[in-house]
Every structure is written in C-alpha cells, then in structure tokens.
C-alpha cells in the first residue's frame, strides 16, 4: 500500500517547475501543479493503482482524504480516480 508521503515524493520527483507554471497559469492561479502532464501522471498511478496494491476501503477513503487536501492539482486527480476504484462498495454511511 502506498502512503500520501510515498505518493508525494513520486509526484515531486517527477515534477517539472516550467510546465507548473503553464498549468497554474492556465487554471487562473486556483491550484498548484507538479507540471506533470496527463499521460506520464496516469503512468505514475498506474501502480497505486492497481487493484493489488488499493488498501483496504477505510484506508482508502483516508488516503483519498489526505490527497484532496493537498494543494497540488494531480494529486486531487489522483484521488478521484482511486475514488472510482471504491464505485461498488459505497455505502449510505460512506457519505459525509
């Protein structure tokens, strides 16, 4: 199971400081990117992503959790799509 810390400094090891700008700028200042493009950043999911790898739905939900409220754009990307990955065991209680 992969950790936020774990997450975050695989994102910020792949991070590209000139195309974050281009994409702060594109998005109106709202959010902060690594400048990770679409294609390489699903690459780098691809093993959090896994179905091996995905915690358990409690600890997923956590995780989802802390990866929303960081301020980088990708890794709230991320977090919706481990999101989908949960579609068919949400509960009533899940929502809050």
Not at 20 to 42: D, H, N, S, V, W
Not at 71 to 86: F, G
């Amino acid at each position: 199971m992969y950790s936020k810390e774990n997450i975050v400094s695989l994102f910020a090891r792949n991070a590209n400081s000139q195309k974050a700008l281009e994409q702060k700028a594109y998005m109106k200042r709202k959010f902060e990117f690594f400048g990770i493009k679409t294609p390489e950043r699903r690459e780098l999911q691809r093993p959090i992503l896994q179905k091996a790898t995905l915690p358990d739905k409690k600890q997923a939900f956590e995780l989802i959790r802390q990866l929303w409220e960081e301020p980088q754009r990708e890794l709230q990307y991320l977090a919706m799509e481990m999101l989908n990955k949960y579609n068919d065991q949400f509960e009533k209680q899940d929502i809050d």
